[in-house]
């Protein structure tokens, strides 16, 4: 279990591990949430030793673009591009696949980086180590409940092999973890914001399965950046 736990960390972080096993790894992926928002909470404490709330809360969100090698932000820039400009599934695919950034995934970029700062400004201080752990963790297990409610598609790629691996146990076992989780760091509101997760997440992929049929690598990095945004607004409330 060690091996796919430290396979889970390689896919979802730069931490470079050489052998990456892809079978059940899954179940580990809230826990590697909760991890990088430990990180995220140790550089916001050192941060504000020298700086102010404005420069510390940017750097909390330039270290999660860091720690994670801007994967997911990729991921949602392509499908930004690919759903805009695609007119057909065939057109979608090819244009996330495309190497080049379009304007459409700029603007998105700069909107989800914008949206994630501004959150972070107006929770509440006594809230903000929670939801430092809170919005990875679940945004996290939603990679694994959209690949075990999807089909890929196409017939290559990561999100395919995700896919084909991820088993219902494995959906099962990262649930239990992610609502332990919720629960021991916001109690029963987050069990509540689980929820609300839950629903979004669902009605994407129907719409993203409903255009093109199935989701891909660039979907799952997507669906994270939406996750993690949700929570954090939700947490502003």
């Known amino acids: ?29 809230p826990l590697i949430g909760l ?7 140790s550089v916001n404490y050192l941060g504000y030793l020298l700086f102010s709330k ?55 970029i700069f909107c989800i980086l914008g949206m ?14 929670p939801s430092l752990l809170l919005f990875p963790t679940l945004s996290r297990w939603c990679l ?7 089909k890929p598609a196409k017939n290559e790629g990561l999100g395919k092999i995700f896919i084909d691996t991820v088993s219902k146990k494995d959906f099962f076992i990262a649930t239990i973890i992610a609502v332990l989780i919720s629960f021991l760091v916001f109690e029963l509101k987050g069990f509540f914001i689980l ?7 669902f009605i994407f992929l129907k719409l993203i399965n409903k255009k093109i049929g199935g989701i891909t ?17 939700i947490l502003c409330i």
């Open 54 to 108: 404005n420069v510390v809360d940017m750097l909390v969100i330039v270290s999660l673009v860091i720690i994670t090698g801007g994967l997911h932000l990729d991921g949602f820039a392509d499908m930004l591009d690919g759903f805009y400009a695609g007119k057909n599934k065939s057109d979608i695919l090819r244009i996330m696949d495309d190497a080049h950034i379009g304007a459409m995934g700029v603007i998105g």
């Open 1 to 29: 279990m060690i091996k796919k736990f430290l396979s889970a960390i390689g896919f979802l972080t730069v931490f470079p591990v050489v052998k990456k096993e892809f079978e059940n790894c899954a179940i580990f992926f």
């Open 217 to 233: 690598g660039d979907i799952l990095g997507a669906l994270n950046e939406i996750i993690e945004t949700l929570v954090l607004l």
């Open 195 to 201: 929820l609300a997760v839950f629903f979004v997440s």
């Open 116 to 129: 994630k700062f501004f959150a972070l400004q107006s929770i509440p201080q006594k809230n903000l180590y």
């Open 144 to 150: 694994v409940f959209a690949c075990t409610i999807s």
């Open 35 to 41: 991890f990088i928002g430990g990180f995220l909470i």
